[in-house]
């Protein structure tokens, strides 16, 4: 948000999903989850690094999900009935997996807010460019 | 035929001409009434220049000159030469209608009515003589219009302006020929709700619409589809469901029926009869015969109860069986309208491919001419209709297997008259169906492969070692390995060591095969093969374990039994193993090896399966645990989070809502057939030098488009200068060619926006404009352009820029 949008003397707020991962809790902005859904069944894709968990069908498309877990050090999480976050970024979407009910928060936009994941940056880093397989 | 189609032009003009006619008529009134008159005019005077440039490329001389009057009017206005007076409004409006009706009768499949330009010329002139400008004729006389087509000669030398023509209008065109007449002959009414609008015109005057086409964003397309592909999951989980309800059903019925009789024996027995031992209880029965008296004892009424019983089970069960019986006709034909609406979707996606064919017209004359060989070029199957996605991305392997053709194939002429064969060489491009592939054929008569030649020039180039034993149809898989080259370094538009492997893999990225068959002395021929839809999919579903992959059958030659193959001596003892297809040993890998995953409690079993594919004339096999059915499948792309995942050209969704991954066999192999590189040879390549087009007219981005990537160069192009920023911003360019005027950033302003970046400062950028003039042309310079090519331009002198700046080989 630009700050000639806010009105005069008027703080801007922020919303962000707060979901967990182990003992960790992380933040998205609220704007870019789409839904949160309970988790039927994931299904394994072969080939992609281990954050990739695998993917799941969701109403025609097929979202992968990650496991932050595997990309930092946490412990290893039950994922005991995890739920996904689905991500809206760069007309694509793609999974979070959550331990917990993910739940939503409000803070003053001049708050600096501690593990946040920018998912543009998140997606262009860890978006899959060549198969991570092979003899070399 | 080998002629450009008009009609196949005619259409692009129609649907651009839609949108100028558009701009003029809404923008026209307004000139009176508005405050920016300016940038309005300029909007005005762009749309009748070009829909002039455009109607002339497709000689509509008629429309050409009165779209050529109109911007005459309309840049008198632009220099402050003539005030904005009612007449010349009018004068502007009845123009534009007269252009609106020649433009309405060729979507109608007529043709120009000869001479209407003629009723405007006195006026026009008499305009032209008030603003003090007559006798001074502007910088782009007529005669630029015909030299215009003259410089298209791809699209208007070989128009074939013949009677039939009009009749090779599309059949949606032609129907649109009992659209309603136009209405110019009506007499002008203002209407009595619009009384601001003073021209007097109705609303279908303002709003030109001529009911050929409907522009549906691409990615509507693509959401129909998805929503098709829902539906069709669903309607496959029903279908399974009905047929296990019916199964049940069957079974209780069975059951019912045997209950039935049974209780009717018993009934039989009891119901009438009583036992022995109750006889004596009623005194009353010894009076009777059991004949002559009904009795009823517990046994008695239970049987009849019983029985009674049975019999409305079973009629309910005959009833819900007839019930069952409709609902499942009822499923059955919504299983036909679905897939009728898929197909009818699918055919939304469908283009002939006969208008990918007739690209290849031009490029196959320069490439002869370049090479002095005689060639003639023959088309077949030109109405296959193949998918959209498909038609795309098949220009670019054609383009290079038909140069190859011309330069390597066909011989010189004296040298084909000594070998006996006709002075002219042919190549062939034909197009076939079959089943649900398209077989896409391109065949020449001239000297063929010598795999003698192919396997020392492997050796030469470090890909094989001079010892190795290699088949006939190893040897010609040798030419698509990464950087195999058989032409000398100094070849002009071959060999340049792309190659044949870029071709392969451009073609299994659409799901497709490339097989080639060759005789020396007797000719060439590639086949490729590749599915007609790539959204319905016929595929193979297999597993391992629990992981489900599938692959269209188009890429699969046959699924046998696994049998491991008794001789093995070219096992080559790393992760391939040979396994026994119809008599012969071959090569092939298990599923397990592919992802390296670990194949433990999946040993060899007798009843595993071996995919067979063909890559590049190899028969290659892949292991698998079991070959689970074979099915029609909506194939998606592969989420972009995972698109470096090469291996899965898709993903598709069961019935039962399964992922499914659909396995590049291509990809799946492509490690073993790199196992014969020794050392990747380097070689310096022009090819995939980028270049950005920038012109508002998109017959120009057309035709521009088609002359660049035939020379090898890949092409984006932009509307205009904000487009084209935008352009920038998301590829590397390496040149530029753009347009002086265009809608929202014209031509100056894009080129001193380069000029002023820092990081697109240095690409070259040409400047191609119908502005002839000095003034324009010095702008430009100094502005930073580095060269200035007048239109209408010819071939060569583009050329020549384009090798000045190393885009093309000197």
Redesign the interface.
């Given at each position: 948000m630009k700050k000639e949008d806010m009105h005069d003397g008027m703080k801007g707020e922020k919303t962000y999903c707060v979901f967990g991962v182990g003992e960790r809790e992380f933040l998205l902005p609220a704007e870019d989850v789409r839904e949160v859904v309970d988790i039927a069944r994931i299904f394994p894709i072969p080939g992609a690094p281990d954050y990739v968990y695998g993917a799941l069908p969701l109403r025609g498309k097929i979202i992968p999900a990650v496991d932050l877990s595997k990309i930092y050090p946490i412990e290893k999480p039950s994922y005991a009935s995890p739920k996904l976050l689905i991500i809206d970024v760069e007309n694509e979407n793609i999974g979070f997996l959550s331990e917990t009910s993910p739940f939503f928060v409000t803070f003053d936009d001049d708050i600096v807010v501690d593990d946040l994941i920018d998912i543009k940056s998140f997606f262009d880093t860890y978006r899959i460019k060549t198969m991570g397989y092979g003899k070399n | 035929m080998g002629k450009i189609d008009r009609s196949e032009l005619l259409e692009y003009f129609l649907a651009e001409a839609e949108d100028y006619l558009n701009v003029l008529s809404h923008g026209i009134p307004e000139l009176a009434v508005t405050t920016d008159r300016n940038t309005l005019l300029e909007e005005l005077f762009r749309a009748a220049h070009t829909l002039k440039g455009a109607a002339s490329i497709v000689r509509l001389t008629v429309t050409s000159q009165i779209a050529h009057s109109m911007e005459d009017i309309l840049e008198t206005f632009k220099n402050g030469q003539l005030e904005v007076e009612k007449d010349v409004v009018d004068l502007l409006l009845t123009m534009l209608d007269a252009i609106a009706h020649i433009v309405r009768d060729i979507s109608a499949g007529k043709e120009e009515r000869e001479g209407v330009e003629k009723q405007f010329t006195e006026r026009v002139a008499e305009v032209l003589a008030r603003a003090k400008v007559l006798g001074k004729e502007s910088e782009f006389g007529l005669e630029d219009d015909y030299k215009m087509a003259e410089a298209f000669p791809a699209i208007a030398a070989e128009i074939e302006v013949s009677a039939e023509q009009p009749a090779a209008l599309t059949e949606t065109v032609k129907q649109q020929a009992r659209l309603p007449e136009h209405k110019d002959t009506a007499v002008p009414v203002v209407p009595e709700d619009k009384p601001e609008d003073q021209t007097g015109r109705r609303k279908d005057d303002i709003e030109y619409f001529f009911g050929n086409f409907v522009r549906i964003d691409l990615k509507k397309i693509e959401e129909m589809f998805?929503?098709i592909?829902?539906v069709t999951?669903m309607k496959n989980s029903m279908l399974k469901k009905t047929k296990e309800a019916g199964e049940v059903s069957e079974a209780v019925l069975f059951a019912g029926k045997k209950l039935l009789e049974e209780v009717n024996t018993f009934a039989e027995r009891h119901a009438y009869t009583i036992t022995d031992n109750v006889k004596y209880i009623d005194p009353l029965f010894s009076d009777f015969g059991e004949l002559e008296f009904d009795r009823y004892d517990e046994q008695n009424l239970f049987s009849r109860k019983l029985q009674e019983m049975t019999e409305d089970i079973t009629e309910a069960l005959k009833e819900l069986m007839s019930f069952y019986g409709g609902f499942q006709e009822d499923i059955k034909s919504l299983d036909k309208i679905v897939r009728f609406l898929r197909s009818d979707l699918s055919d939304s996606r469908m283009i002939d491919i006969g208008r990918l064919f007739q690209r290849f017209v031009r490029p196959i004359k320069d490439l002869a001419r370049e090479y002095d060989r005689r060639v003639d070029f023959q088309i077949s199957g030109q109405s296959t209709k193949i998918d959209r996605v498909i038609f795309e991305n098949l220009f670019d392997p054609l383009m290079h297997m038909i140069r190859n053709c011309v330069s390597h194939g066909i011989e010189k002429g004296d040298e084909r008259i000594r070998r006996g064969k006709r002075k002219e060489g042919v190549i062939s491009l034909s197009a076939r169906r079959e089943g649900i592939n398209i077989i896409i054929e391109i065949r020449d008569d001239g000297a063929g492969i010598d795999t003698k030649k192919v396997f020392n020039a492997a050796v030469k180039q470090g890909l094989i070692k001079p010892e190795e034993k290699l088949s006939r149809e190893e040897i010609l898989a040798l030419i698509f390995l990464p950087g195999f080259s058989t032409a000398d370094a100094t070849d002009m538009t071959s060999g340049r060591g792309v190659g044949m492997n870029a071709v392969r893999s451009q073609i299994s990225n659409i799901n497709g095969m490339l097989e080639i068959s060759t005789e020396v002395g007797k000719g060439t021929a590639f086949l490729i093969r590749v599915p007609s839809s790539l959204a319905i999919t016929n595929v193979i579903v297999f597993n391992?374990g629990?992981?489900e992959f599938v692959m269209p059958t188009s890429l699969i030659e046959e699924v046998v039994q696994y049998e491991p193959a008794e001789n093995k001596s070219r096992d080559r003892g790393d992760t391939m193993t040979m396994v026994n297809y119809r008599g012969t040993a071959i090569q092939a890998k298990k599923l397990s090896d592919?992802?390296?995953?670990n194949g433990n409690g999946h040993a060899d079993k007798k009843d595993n399966f071996v995919i067979v594919c063909s890559i590049s004339n190899k028969k290659i096999g892949l292991i698998v645990d079991n070959v689970l059915i074979q099915e029609e499948a909506i194939i998606?792309p592969v989420?972009?989070?995972?698109?470096?995942?090469?291996?899965?050209s898709g993903?598709t969704?069961s019935g039962e809502?399964?992922?499914r991954?659909v396995l590049n066999p291509l990809?799946v192999f492509e490690?073993e057939t790199r196992t014969f590189m020794i050392a990747p040879p380097e070689a310096e390549s022009l090819e995939g030098r980028r270049v950005l087009i920038v012109d508002d007219s998109l017959s120009v981005r057309k035709y521009l488009s088609a002359f660049l990537t035939t020379r090898n160069l890949k092409v984006y192009s932009a509307s205009n200068g904000g487009e084209a920023l935008k352009m920038l911003e998301e590829n590397e360019v390496d040149l530029i060619i753009t347009d002086l005027e265009m809608p929202i950033m014209h031509g100056y302003e894009l080129v001193s926006r380069i000029r002023a970046s820092s990081k697109w400062k240095g690409i070259p950028i040409i400047v191609l404009t119908s502005r002839s003039t000095g003034k324009h042309k010095e702008k430009a310079l100094e502005l930073g352009a580095d060269d200035y090519i007048i239109k209408p331009f010819d071939e060569t002198g583009l050329m020549e820029s384009l090798k000045k700046f190393s885009m093309l080989p000197v």
């Open positions: - | 998805n929503l592909s829902e999951i391992y629990e992981i592919v992802f390296y995953i998606k989420n972009k989070f995972l698109e470096g995942l090469s291996i899965y993903i969704i809502g399964k992922v991954l990809k490690g």
